[in-house]
């Protein structure tokens, strides 16, 4: 099954900016808030993506878990204690109870149980550099997708993996972009309770130093071999959650974020046409006019005259025509599934007629 979502950009909210210090204490007002998104999300029909926390110290990230554990006397040499620490961990997973029972003041529906929220990220980006063999992330990611799974059975789940390889698949490192990061595509994502892979994008920078040609090229290869192996060995969907070209590389023109952009659908759209994993991309990131803190030259505003929103709006057309098709589809399988059972109801009966029924 393939599920498709218009491709207006990158709605991932991150919750780790909803607490206050101490450890264990949330900011109301900043819960009021994403209560309010998500019920602004579910009147327009728009659904999201939340992560539970993010790599960087950006919203907190997993710094502040860690000097939240140094604070109470544990000692951890560095934030990729993270992800070992029985103490940090036992602090993570109270946030996500926390996240997911919680009662939204709008909707009066708890998190866990709300539909607008399609997914649960695990984390924005994890890195453990400390250990590149991957046994880390691997042990964090089955630890706390279990815990997710113990408490809410009604969501997606996903590790917010970049796709970057990893030793379950030696011959596939070398498509990296040279960056160990402790993370492995394939054994990440096998894990029960992920429930689709995730890939990111992000040529420019892994890259900085190859021409654009490159770089495309470079893009092709990494989205194919992701789409074909999520098909061929994960057996799940894939989405391609960030992509994106900065207008402050050198050199930076828009046809050349045009041609990312339009290379990006096209394999999406050539996977979901026939069915296969490539479910759907987000672009980062979307942004509204007065939100100028948030530019960091990745932004798309649509509504300032682009040739990169045309893109965006043409592929959001072409894949709800694709919604489309498949929904007549699953339509015609129900139709033709009713009318097997109506005849085999009618034949038994008529079978059984005139004959006697019991002793």
């Keep these: 099954m393939v599920s498709l979502w218009p491709e207006l950009g990158r709605l991932v909210m991150e919750v780790t900016d909803l607490y206050s210090t101490p450890q264990g204490s949330y900011n109301e007002q900043m819960f009021k808030g994403l209560d309010f998104v998500i019920a602004e999300a579910r009147s327009f029909g728009i659904k999201l993506i939340l992560s539970f926390a993010n790599n960087y110290d950006s919203f907190g990230g997993k710094q502040q878990y860690v000097n939240w554990a140094r604070s109470r006397g544990q000692y951890l040499s560095s934030d990729d204690d993270f992800f070992r620490h029985p103490v940090v961990k036992g602090y993570f997973k109270n946030h996500i109870k926390t996240v997911l029972y919680r009662y939204n003041s709008f909707t009066g529906i708890h998190y866990k149980d709300d539909p607008t929220i399609m997914a649960w990220e695990l984390m924005n980006e994890p890195r453990c550099t400390s250990d590149s063999s991957g046994?880390?992330?691997?042990?964090?990611?089955?630890?706390?997708?279990?815990?997710?799974?113990?408490?809410?059975?009604?969501?997606?789940?996903?590790?917010?993996?970049?796709?970057?390889?990893?030793?379950?698949?030696?011959?596939?490192?070398?498509?990296?972009?040279?960056?160990?990061?402790?993370?492995?595509?394939?054994?990440?994502?096998?894990?029960?309770?992920?429930?689709?892979?995730?890939?990111?994008?992000?040529?420019?920078?892994?890259?900085?130093?190859?021409?654009?040609?490159?770089?495309?090229?470079?893009?092709?290869?990494?989205?194919?071999?992701?789409?074909?192996?999520?098909?061929?060995?994960?057996?799940?969907?894939?989405?391609?959650?960030?992509?994106?070209?900065?207008?402050?590389?050198?050199?930076?023109?828009?046809?050349?974020?045009?041609?990312?952009?339009?290379?990006v659908y096209y394999k999406i759209y050539s996977s979901a046409k026939r069915g296969g994993a490539a479910a759907g991309g987000l672009f980062w990131q979307l942004l509204t006019e007065g939100m100028d803190n948030f530019r960091d030259g990745y932004e798309i505003i649509l509504g300032q005259p682009s040739s990169t929103a045309n893109v965006i709006a043409q592929q959001a057309h072409k894949l709800y025509q694709i919604r489309k098709i498949f929904s007549r589809m699953r339509n015609v399988e129900r139709w033709k599934r009713a009318r097997a059972a109506r005849a085999r109801r009618g034949h038994w009966r008529g079978g059984n007629r005139g004959k006697r029924v019991g002793n």
């Excluded at 130093?209 to 994960?234: M, P, R, V, Y």
């Design 135 to 263: 046994r880390t992330i691997q042990a964090w990611i089955a630890e706390m997708a279990s815990f997710v799974k113990t408490i809410d059975r009604n969501h997606l789940l996903e590790a917010g993996l970049e796709g970057f390889y990893g030793p379950s698949t030696p011959q596939r490192n070398s498509l990296n972009p040279g960056l160990k990061i402790g993370t492995d595509f394939i054994a990440n994502n096998r894990i029960p309770g992920i429930d689709f892979a995730t890939v990111h994008a992000y040529p420019d920078q892994w890259l900085s130093s190859s021409n654009d040609q490159n770089q495309l090229s470079f893009l092709n290869n990494w989205l194919d071999t992701h789409i074909q192996d999520a098909q061929n060995i994960l057996r799940k969907p894939i989405l391609i959650a960030e992509f994106g070209k900065s207008w402050k590389d050198p050199g930076f023109s828009t046809y050349q974020r045009d041609l990312l952009f339009n290379t």
